[in-house]
């Protein structure tokens, strides 16, 4: 009795509470149920338990005792609101003889302590104390223990679905509860998936041999809260026989398979062509056109509550016009082909293609819209059917399309100096088929399209050509392949160049592969890239660079020879851009280094210093031109022979 005093004393303080809230959003009609706490009735057949305030309870109990000695079978669509980590605590369908004004808030879920009690909750918080598991979770208790592990513990916990841990996801989902009273089984499922099930005497075990019980929804809040609603089942739903024809004109049977949680009474029928019905199961109705019609069915129950409407789009197909092309559009003999669909329909979808080659001698039925095929060379008939998912088939087309053999060839090429054409050649190796087109790719970005080319190549290296053809339907030969090489040298030599008597001075070659220095006098080796020359007097080699193929190019050095090692200083320069004797430098002749060359003006100011034989004094200091007059010059230098060379001398600038 204390027990009883303490939920009562709750409810009265929640539904206190309760009653500051805004006005229900809808007007509670008379039912066979009864609403405590936070709870108010949304629709005819809909409850809201709790709204997103901590701290809650609300229930609903249907007034009428139940009997247990016979089965049910309650569906009931459940919301449990859109937060996940923070949303909290869910609801759960309770069984108990005690009356219908009970609820508690907090973990519990509203039915916590209720003795004697069965309840099936949809868990949406983990409990540490109550051994909960870490995902939303269904399970079966007794006497309001939900203390996983008990002896009251009934079904243990599992996943709320198999594949998904949150049910608080903005989501309606389906709770159905099923007492099979002769093998005493209560078990529940979410969205038709069977969750979990007890197999237990609920009249003796639990209610002391009491078959007499109310059934309800409790809910609650805690440190933690959400939205949480309850419907009773009333759902508008039908079909059509799976072997119905939608093709136009077609009898179109309807098929209710409506649900309720009570008695469904009336059946409201809109055909969508302007037809209406009201009864179970409309008559078979004739559809004349194609085209796509929106079905409505609403349904009311037993309490006096109408369904939402069901809306449902059926489609009454039209007749498809068949098409296809192949791809490429000829079709080569032995070489697969590729026939693509381009059939259309107003009302439908094509769903089945039948293809029909020579008059039935090969057929195929595929759910492609795409087949490939390979023929030998004929005149091929091709045909096509097309069928649509509404029972509709078309005209057969069919297309006579020419299987004819492509061409073989060969190609010729040739080695080639760089500057001179390329003799390319193609050879058609099957002499039955006439070649319309020729393709030519030489290697070098560049097309043509003659069967005999010359080519010129902008470089040398080596180019992979290939050619191609075309017959007069347009199937294509497989490309012939060749490797070519393009000859090119570049002879070089270096500069003219100044030695001394006797002084060994190496040359060097590059631009070709192979050598030849002419005269071969003086030299160690005439056929080399570097060969020694020792000259006493000046001399002109000619330098011819060749490949094996050819292809020479000349260059030509002269030298001066002169007695040394010695410098060589001019006494005058006339630095006016003439381009004669413009600047003034030393001429080395078997020096090997130049550790210094300067140059003062009259007042001791050094204007120059540089090194070696460069580009020389210009007549300047600091970008501004030099007076004419005499200047100091010093140099240094190491000859060939290791020997110090130092002068000091006068020049004379001349304007």
């Not at 303080?13 to 936070?38: D, K």
């Not at 309840?119 to 909960?132: A, L, M, R, S, Y």
């Not at 490949?547 to 006494?571: E, L, R, S, V």
Request: charged share 15%; net charge negative.
């Amino acid at each position: 009795m204390m027990l009883l005093m303490r939920i009562w004393i709750s409810l009265l303080l929640i539904t206190g509470i309760a009653g500051l809230l805004p006005t229900t959003v809808f007007s509670q009609q008379e039912t066979p149920y009864i609403l405590n706490g936070s709870t108010i009735q949304e629709s005819c057949n809909c409850y809201q338990l709790t709204y997103d305030q901590m701290w809650l309870a609300g229930s609903v109990w249907n007034k009428n005792l139940i009997d247990l000695s016979q089965s049910f079978n309650y569906v009931f669509s459940v919301y449990l609101g859109c937060k996940d980590l923070n949303g909290a605590d869910g609801i759960a369908f309770v069984l108990q003889p005690i009356g219908t004004n009970l609820g508690v808030a907090g973990q519990g879920i509203g039915f916590q302590d209720v003795t004697p009690s069965v309840g099936i909750p949809i868990d949406t918080w983990q409990n540490f104390d109550f051994n909960d598991p870490p995902y939303d979770h269904i399970g079966i208790f007794k006497n309001g223990d939900l203390h996983v592990g008990t002896s009251n513990t009934l079904a243990y916990p599992v996943q709320i679905l198999p594949d998904n841990p949150n049910i608080e996801d903005c989501k309606w989902h389906t709770f159905r509860i099923i007492w099979d009273a002769g093998t005493h089984t209560l078990s529940a499922e979410i969205d038709n998936i069977p969750r979990v099930q007890t197999q237990t005497d609920l009249i003796n075990s639990v209610f002391g041999g009491n078959s007499q019980v109310y059934w309800g929804f409790t809910s609650a809040t805690g440190g933690q809260s959400n939205v949480q609603k309850f419907c009773t089942a009333l759902n508008a739903d039908f079909s059509t026989p799976a072997d119905q024809n939608f093709c136009a004109p077609a009898d179109i049977h309807f098929i209710d398979h409506s649900t309720s949680f009570g008695t469904v009474i009336n059946w409201w029928w809109d055909l969508g062509d302007g037809t209406k019905y009201t009864g179970q199961n409309p008559p078979p109705h004739n559809y004349t056109e194609p085209g796509y019609y929106t079905i409505k069915l609403n349904i009311e129950a037993n309490n006096g509550c109408t369904s939402d409407t069901l809306k449902r789009i059926i489609t009454i197909g039209s007749i498809p016009k068949a098409d296809f092309t192949t791809s490429p559009p000829f079709i080569c003999a032995n070489y697969p082909v590729l026939f693509s669909d381009h059939s259309v329909v107003q009302y439908g979808t094509v769903n089945q293609w039948d293809w029909n080659f020579n008059n039935g001698t090969e057929l195929i039925t595929t759910a492609d819209s795409s087949i490939t095929k390979t023929f030998p060379e004929q005149t091929l008939k091709a045909e096509l059917v097309v069928h649509t998912l509404e029972g509709c088939v078309s005209e057969p087309i069919s297309k006579t399309i020419n299987v004819t053999l492509k061409p073989a060839t060969s190609i010729s090429v040739q080695d080639a100096c760089y500057g001179n054409p390329v003799p390319l050649s193609a050879t058609n190796l099957t002499p039955g088929i006439q070649i319309s087109q020729w393709y030519w790719l030489t290697g070098d970005g560049k097309k043509d399209s003659s069967s005999d080319i010359n080519h010129y190549y902008p470089d040398g290296g080596k180019y992979t050509v290939g050619v191609f053809a075309l017959n007069y339907a347009g199937c294509s030969s497989d490309t012939a392949t060749a490797q070519l090489t393009i000859y090119r040298t570049i002879a070089k030599v270096g500069n003219d160049t100044v030695i001394a008597f006797g002084q060994p001075l190496q040359l060097h070659a590059s631009g070709g592969d192979l050598y030849e220095w002419i005269p071969a006098t003086y030299l160690n080796n005439s056929e080399i890239a570097d060969p020694i020359a020792i000259l006493n007097e000046n001399f002109q080699y000619v330098l011819r660079a060749y490949t094996i193929f050819g292809c020479a190019t000349y260059d030509t050095i002269n030298i001066k020879a002169y007695k040394g090692p010695a410098m060589y200083i001019p006494n005058a320069f006339s630095p006016d851009n003439n381009g004669i004797n413009d600047r003034f430098h030393p001429i080395l002749v078997g020096m090997e280094s130049i550790d210094y060359f300067e140059i003062f003006n009259r007042l001791g100011q050094k204007v120059y210093s540089g090194q070696g034989s460069n580009s020389g004094w210009d007549g300047t200091l600091n970008g501004k031109p030099q007076p004419i007059g005499t200047y100091v010059w010093q140099i240094k230098g190491r000859d060939y022979l290791g020997n110090i060379h130092t002068e000091k001398g006068t020049v004379v600038l001349l304007r």
